[in-house]
């Protein structure tokens, strides 16, 4: 168990150290900023036999506005989009690794009245998740959408590629700023409608 934590926890300082590279590269390539219309991230990791995915988005990407839903047409377009978002088999094509969804959370508590965050099949909690999105929505006055994935991979040595097709789902997102972490490398990937897959090999 400790073992595994302190795994967990050195992933994360790969990804935050990645994720911080690549945003300074994007910055001085295009004055990337952590919320940008039309512009999510996507972060990956792979260890082991688990795959994590991790989707953040300005909320107007995937919904049409930032606020806090109040008509009934922007509760439908709430209600739409978590649905949308929880069908995971339309997002994600895996080329090898066998993976099988373990559990997915889609946290749109800050456009959705009502809605506890990691609404929608929770299956199993992440004890540092709820800790997370408390601090990371602090520091921003704008609604976004926190979509995170856990695959339970049977040959994630043969992971090969991962084609990402959300920019089918919402026309709102023209940008993923993507990074990667196996357990033998990194990377990171700007992907757009025509440049969907991450390759990982």
């Not at 097709?165 to 700023?177: A, H, M, R, Y």
Request: proline share 2%.
């Amino acid at each position: 168990m400790k073992k595994s934590l302190n795994n967990l926890i050195y992933i994360v300082i790969l990804l935050t150290s990645l994720f911080l590279h690549n945003r300074s590269l994007s910055k001085a390539n295009s004055e990337f900023s952590s919320h940008t219309h039309g512009i999510s991230e996507l972060t990956i990791a792979i260890e082991n036999q688990w795959l994590e995915i991790e989707i953040i988005s300005p909320a107007i990407n995937i919904v049409g506005f930032e606020h806090k839903a109040i008509t009934e047409t922007e509760l439908a377009a709430v209600k739409n989009s978590a649905s949308l978002l929880s069908k995971h088999e339309h997002i994600f094509i895996f080329t090898g690794g066998n993976c099988v969804i373990n559990n997915q959370t889609i946290n749109m508590s800050s456009i959705a009245p009502n809605m506890p965050s990691g609404d929608s099949k929770h299956l199993h909690s992440h004890k540092n998740n709820n800790e997370y999105k408390t601090h990371h929505h602090q520091n921003t006055d704008h609604g976004e959408v926190i979509a995170n994935y856990r695959y339970h991979c049977k040959k994630s040595s043969t992971l090969s590629a991962i084609t990402v097709k959300v920019f089918d789902l919402f026309v709102g997102i023209s940008q993923i700023n993507t990074v990667w972490i196996t357990e033998n490398q990194q990377g990171s990937v700007i992907l757009n409608p025509t440049n969907k897959v991450i390759n990982l090999r």
